[in-house]
Nanobody, 115 residues
Framework: QVQLVESGGGLVQPGGSLRLSCAVS????????MGWYRQAPGKQRELVAE???????NYADSVKGRFTISRDNAKSTVYLQMNNLKPEDTAVYYCNLIKLVSWYWGQGTQVTVSS
């Protein structure tokens, strides 16, 4: 059974930084895409960033230049480094894994950007 466990959320002031981590457990092989989505109150869940098993990345326009996604295949872990955070980045952030047609989600971690 595949499980995703996120960590690293919290409260940060505007302009600050946070690093989210997502560890994968269970048998999933090596070829899969991982990503981060977020959902703010009253809004739909949206893609923040994703990274393929080959290291190709894709970012939402709203976070380009501020967020960086990376993965450590040896540790089955994906990271999201978030810099220059803005109040509009406040949301629950979800880790996501896509293997062929199967989608897996973490439990979510709250990120709050406020002074």
């Amino acid at each position: 059974q595949v499980q995703l466990v996120e960590s690293g959320g919290g409260l940060v002031q505007p302009g600050g930084s946070l690093r989210l981590s997502c560890a994968v457990s269970g048998s999933i092989g090596r070829l899969y895409t991982m990503g981060w989505y977020r959902q703010a109150p009253g809004k739909q869940r949206e893609l923040v960033a994703e990274i393929t098993s080959g290291g190709n990345t894709n970012y939402a326009d709203s976070v380009k230049g501020r967020f960086t996604i990376s993965r450590d295949n040896a540790k089955s872990t994906v990271y999201l480094q978030m810099n220059n955070l803005k109040p509009e980045d406040t949301a629950v952030y979800y880790c996501n894994l896509i293997k062929l047609v199967s989608w897996y989600w973490g439990q979510g971690t709250q990120v709050t950007v406020s002074s």
